[in-house]
């Protein structure tokens, strides 16, 4: 199985890195269309999953089309997703406008940085976040990111490779067994008013997390982000990269800081910042539902 699973991966790369350099990006649409139809059919459990996501997202409003429609075409824009993914190592800053439209908020980034404690940049499975890094890193960003170690060795050296390439630094961190040197490591390149970059929007088997109102469920979102923002002092940033007319629009929102004047007002504070956080998530993925990539039951719906 696990042989199996290794050739299906590369069968299913190759191709997506195959026709991301042949396709001129403006006929692109017509073969991620076709691809992700083909996925929406076969992979049942994952459509289901997409559904029920959406389900919540819409709080009853949407009709059963409405919520097919809008699930088929998040088949279909993970597959652009997909290509533009592969074409990114050799993206520059002179050729990113064939991919990105604008870019707004950097006021918000220049006036974080400059208050001297680092800065978190933090965005849900949404758009494409890969691309917010590069983007980022564009903008002369010291930029580290915070990510699972990933078991696939051909993906983790892609990623890798692509992320080196525009000045990136990987801190690896292990969901089952937080690893105390990567937390260090974090709070170190904060306080040498550096970047760091991490997605928020799923718990995994962290324990660390705090439960908060999102689309109307209790949902466990992890708490990482204010802990180590309230450690440092470090302003967090709430950052979109999405997908309007076939460019990316990237945003970056007003930071959300953590300061808990005693520790008898430490929770509270979390509390207050977590959940300002989870609605701006919320506003986002509301407005681009097709575009948040939980290709499984987020909120545990049979």
């Known amino acids: 199985m696990r042989l199996g699973g290794r050739l299906n991966r590369f069968f299913f790369l190759f191709w997506f890195s195959f026709f991301s350099t042949i396709i001129p990006r403006p006929l ?27 389900r919540v997202i819409g709080k009853g409003k949407w009709s059963r089309k409405k919520i097919a429609a809008l699930a088929r075409r998040t088949f279909q824009n993970y597959g652009q997703y997909l290509l533009d993914y592969m074409v ?3 993206l520059t800053a002179q050729r990113k406008g064939n991919m990105v439209a604008r870019e707004l908020g950097q006021v918000h980034m220049v006036r974080a940085l400059n208050k001297g404690n680092g800065v978190i940049c933090i965005t849900p499975h949404l758009g494409n976040w890969e691309l917010g890094g590069l983007l ?15 078991t696939d060795s051909q993906t983790k050296a892609f990623r890798e490779r692509m992320r080196a390439q525009k000045g990136i630094k990987n801190i690896y961190i292990n969901s089952n067994d937080p690893a105390p040197a990567a937390i260090l490591e974090v709070v170190r390149v904060l306080k040498e008013k550096k970047v760091v970059a991490m997605l928020g929007d799923r718990s995994g088997n962290n324990n660390n997390t705090i439960a908060l109102d999102f689309f109307g469920r209790k949902t466990p979102f992890p708490l990482g982000v204010a802990t180590l923002a309230m450690a440092t002092g470090a302003a967090v940033l709430p950052v979109f990269v999405v997908l309007k007319d076939g460019k990316y629009w990237g945003t970056i929102e007003r930071p959300i800081y953590f300061h808990s004047p005693s520790r008898k007002e ?9 959940a300002k956080l989870a609605k701006i998530f919320e506003r986002y993925i509301k407005k681009y539902p097709d575009q948040w990539y939980n290709f499984y039951s987020y909120w545990g719906e049979r």
């Not at 691809?35 to 559904?51: D, E, Q, S, T």
């Not at 430490?266 to 977590?274: A, K, S, T």
């Open 136 to 150: 980022l890193a564009f903008r002369g960003a010291d930029l580290y990111v915070l990510t699972l170690d990933e």
């Open 266 to 274: 430490r929770e509270e504070e979390m509390r207050r910042g977590m």
């Open 28 to 54: 692109q649409r017509i073969f991620t269309l076709s691809i992700g139809n083909f996925f929406y059919l076969i992979m049942p459990k994952a459509r289901r999953g997409v559904k029920a996501n959406l």
């Open 88 to 90: 990114m190592p050799g």
